[in-house]
């Protein structure tokens, strides 16, 4: 009797033993993929342009080509200021116009004589470039340019020679400079001196980054690797997809509305950079002091951007004395303010997470993944389901109104459709019903009390896996 107990339990025990430790496939890539370089700039989520060049000095957003390199001339250049505006911002980089459709170059370029080198400013012997590249690596920030192939100042414009000069140009800031995270191509085409518009060599212009800078993102309207969300306001749309048809969108696209949701089921990973001037102007103008974003504005944008699987790209115009004026650093202090004390409390960091379905029935795809504040561990369900749900219990009654989900996007962008209930009066409560997910989804809602949290996956175009799930109470933009 014993003995035949003993080898019951026996046998219990070895089945139980294979069952924990079977291994449970995990899943593989589904649809356009990020590359590295991709991965890693997702991770910047928020940066600063910059637009500080000519156009600074004539009061102009679009220069003719035809301003005299003298004019060029800030009277208190800090490109440290700058860094250190940016880093207490918050913001992981800068990208400066180092040359707008103007032509005029940032840099003592020897392929036109329209720059820095013929100017008043430090008697021709400037680079702002070099003072940004110097900053930037001081204040850790990551750095990256933008270049305009439009201009209206060099005299090859118009003819093939123009391409030879512009990959040489590239080629001359992506080599001298340091490490760059992204690279930025105004899509902008007109004409130039003579009155003929440019054939860009865009395949051309790709290689001379992807030789010079490999891990360096490269902007357009179409990508390759980002695209522009089809609007300066800097939202997406609530869904948003980080593939597009790559093949088929191209600098100049005309149907930009498409961008700001990409095309779901796309060919590439393309995700949407949302950029947007925290004044109304991209250049400085004195008669727009009174005109920067106010912490409400800007507290939507960062939801409707960031928190809608794109990036920030906040523009600040450098004044005429080579500054970040007051009231723009201002500003971000403010909002700089205000995310952290929102994002100051996760309540569902390291909570237990009941599940309706786990991949093989294996914890190493269980509910805690997502509160387990590991990016690289997630919950998922096998191979052909594609719905699931998972219940946060908050161990107390919490007051919130935010909730922040993160899919796994290394393996492909899957969820379409989601749901977010609380507890509430014994039962639940639906708050709210969204679409995608992506990098990042920040979905508020009125402020509720609650002791649990039920995210369901109600559509996705395969398993979904979701890695990161948070939950706040944000503070109103108005109360700080
Ligand atoms: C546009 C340009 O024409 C504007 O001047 C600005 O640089 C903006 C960011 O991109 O295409």
Sequence with gaps: MTKSIALLIFCISLVFFSCENKETVPPTTFGATPAPRQLAWHELEYYAFVHFNMNTFTNEEWGHGTEKPANFNPTQLDCEQWARVCKQAGM???????????????????????????????????????????ACQKHGLKMGVYLSPWDRNHPTYGTPAYNEVFKNTLKEVLTNYGEMFEVWFDGANGEGTNGKKQEYDWKGFVEVVRTHQPNACIFSDGGPDIRWVGNEKGYANPTNWGTLNGDKVYPGYPKIQELTSGHEGGTHWIPAECDVS?????????????????LGKLVEIYFQSVGRNGNLLLNLPVDRRGLVHENDSAALVNLRKYLDKSFETNLAKGKPVTVSTMRGNNEKFGGNKVTDEDKKSYWTTDDLITTGSLEIDLQADSEINTVVLQ?????????????IHVFKDNQWQEVAKETTIGNKRMVKFPTVTTSKVKITILESKACPLINNLEIYKVVDSFSL
Excluded: M
């Excluded at 392929?111 to 430090?122: A, G, I, L």
């Excluded at 925290?278 to 106010?294: E, F, L, N, S």
């Excluded at 899919?407 to 749901?419: C, N, P």
């Design 407 to 419: 899919e796994f996007i290394a393996l492909g962008q899957r969820v379409q459709s989601f749901s």
């Design 278 to 294: 925290i004044r109304p102007g991209w250049y400085y103008h004195a008669d727009q002091d009174d005109k920067v974003k106010t």
């Design 92 to 134: 992981k980089g800068i990208i400066l116009t180092v040359k707008h459709h103007d032509g005029f170059c940032l840099f003592p370029s020897q392929y036109t004589e329209h720059s820095v080198k013929n100017s008043t400013w430090k008697g021709g012997k400037g680079d702002v470039v070099r003072e940004l590249a110097d």
